[in-house]
Antibody, heavy 119, light 111 residues
Framework: QVQLVESGGNLVKPGGSLRLSCAAS????????ISWIRQAPGKGLEWVSY????????YDADSVKGRFTISRDNAKNSLYLQMNNLRAEDTAVYYC????????????WGQGTMVTVSS | QSALTQPASVSGSPGQSITISCTGT?????????VSWYQQHPGKAPKLMIY???KRPSGVSHRFSGSKSGNTASLTISGLQAEDEADYYC???????????FGGGTKLTVL
């Protein structure tokens, strides 16, 4: 079935780095835009980053610009998020989500992976 | 990026109808018919309920409907059921500057 599965979440110290992965299955991954969206504990959803189907176009939220890098490997049906210089406020569940047929519509979500930034 | 404004909570009894508002600006909700709504149960991933203001994905109940007027979008749930109790988030495309913005979320309680 159509599915996204995140991995790589962990406990990391402030200033540290982490790489999240998202494995896609059940659909033609290379046809779709994908985003990372996060949710801090007890808080709402926050869009983090976007990558086009080919990987040629990328947009990041101001809160992560210069620190996080989204990328994808269409041959491996995988999405990544390289997170550097992590801060306490980056603590959240990170979801990868597939863009549907219209801009800003996320039709398939993964189950999420937890990132905790704490000393 | 600033969040869209939603009420923190709404409630209703089984069988009743409720409406959740989502107020943005002329740069997001007001400029694009690209508002979507997501349902999230505790500990679960969000689920798409409405897209492009008023369209329902396959499998979503007809009890869920969406609309928009100016800078405010709305989600209406009719015939409330216990399983509708969840958090609901609106989302709007916001162009190349802010790209995508979410609302702060609304907790729906079915009394």
């Amino acid at each position: 079935q159509v599915q996204l599965v995140e991995s790589g979440g962990n406990l990391v110290k402030p200033g540290g780095s982490l790489r999240l992965s998202c494995a896609a299955s059940g659909f033609t991954f290379s046809d779709y835009y994908i985003s990372w969206i996060r949710q801090a504990p007890g808080k709402g959803l926050e869009w983090v980053s976007y990558i086009s189907s080919s990987g040629s176009s990328i947009y990041d939220a101001d809160s992560v610009k210069g620190r996080f890098t989204i990328s994808r490997d269409n041959a491996k049906n995988s999405l990544y998020l390289q997170m550097n210089n992590l801060r306490a406020e980056d603590t959240a569940v990170y979801y990868c989500a597939r863009w549907g047929n219209s801009l800003g519509t996320f039709d398939i979500w993964g189950q999420g992976t937890m990132v905790t930034v704490s000393s | 990026q600033s969040a869209l404004t939603q009420p923190a909570s709404v409630s209703g009894s089984p069988g009743q109808s409720i409406t959740i508002s989502c107020t943005g600006t002329s740069s997001d909700v007001g400029s694009y018919n690209l508002v979507s709504w997501y349902q999230q149960h505790p500990g679960k991933a969000p689920k798409l309920m409405i897209y492009e203001v008023s369209k329902r994905p396959s499998g979503v109940s007809h009890r869920f409907s969406g609309s928009k007027s100016g800078n405010t979008a709305s989600l209406t749930i009719s015939g409330l059921q216990a399983e509708d109790e969840a958090d609901y988030y609106c989302c709007s495309y916001a162009g190349n500057n802010n790209f995508v913005v979410f609302g702060g979320g609304t907790k729906l309680t079915v009394l």
